[in-house]
Each structure stands twice: as C-alpha cells, then as structure tokens.
Nanobody, 115 residues
Framework: QVQLVESGGGLVQAGGSLRLSCAASISIFSINVMGWYRQAPGKQRELVAT???????NYGDSVKGRFTISRDNSKNTAYLQMNRLKPEDTAVYYC?????????WGQGTQVTVAS
C-alpha cells in the first residue's frame, strides 16, 4: 500500500500563494504518475496537475499559468506551487499516485481562498 501524506493547505487571501507537499512512502521512481486533484463542495473531483516519472507535466485548464507542479526525487515528494489564488480555487486538494496500474490517494488538505 502506498501512503501519501499531504501538507501545506490553509487559508489565504485572493491573489496570494500556497505550496502543497505530498510525501510518498515509496521511491518516487516507482510512481508512474503523481499529482493533485481537487474537489469543491457540490462539485466533481477535477484534475489540477500531474507529473510523470519522466518529468512530463499536465495541468487543468483553470490553473494553467498559475500553478506549478514539481518533484524532489531525493525526498520522494511532489510539490504544487499555487500562485495568484482565486476564491474558486477553494477546495480539498488530494494527492494522487498511479503505481503499477493502481491509483492511490492521500487524505486531502483544505485550501480556502478568501475574497
């Protein structure tokens, strides 16, 4: 079982920044795809950003140009730098890892952007 531990959520004013971290319990080199999804109240879970083991990134349309996903292989950790945050970014953010055809999820961290 892959454990994913998220940190870095919180309350921020619109226009501010936050950085989320997701630490994996296994070597990041074993993870095919790692990333973040989010779910706001009453809405479906949606893609925020992913990064492959080869470093290829993919972003949801609503966050392109504002969010950046990266990874530190030495720490088995992925990061999501979120800039120019908007109230509509308010959601629970879930770390995701795809390992050997199985999906794994973190417990989620709340991000609230006040207007």
């Amino acid at each position: 079982q892959v454990q994913l531990v998220e940190s870095g959520g919180g309350l921020v004013q619109a226009g501010g920044s936050l950085r989320l971290s997701c630490a994996a319990s296994i070597s990041i080199f074993s993870i095919n795809v790692m990333g973040w999804y989010r779910q706001a109240p009453g809405k479906q879970r949606e893609l925020v950003a992913t990064i492959t083991s080869g470093g290829r990134t993919n972003y949801g349309d609503s966050v392109k140009g504002r969010f950046t996903i990266s990874r530190d292989n030495s720490k088995n950790t992925a990061y999501l730098q979120m800039n120019r945050l908007k109230p509509e970014d308010t959601a629970v953010y879930y770390c995701y890892a795809f390992v050997r055809s199985l999906s794994h999820w973190g417990q989620g961290t709340q991000v609230t952007v006040a207007s």
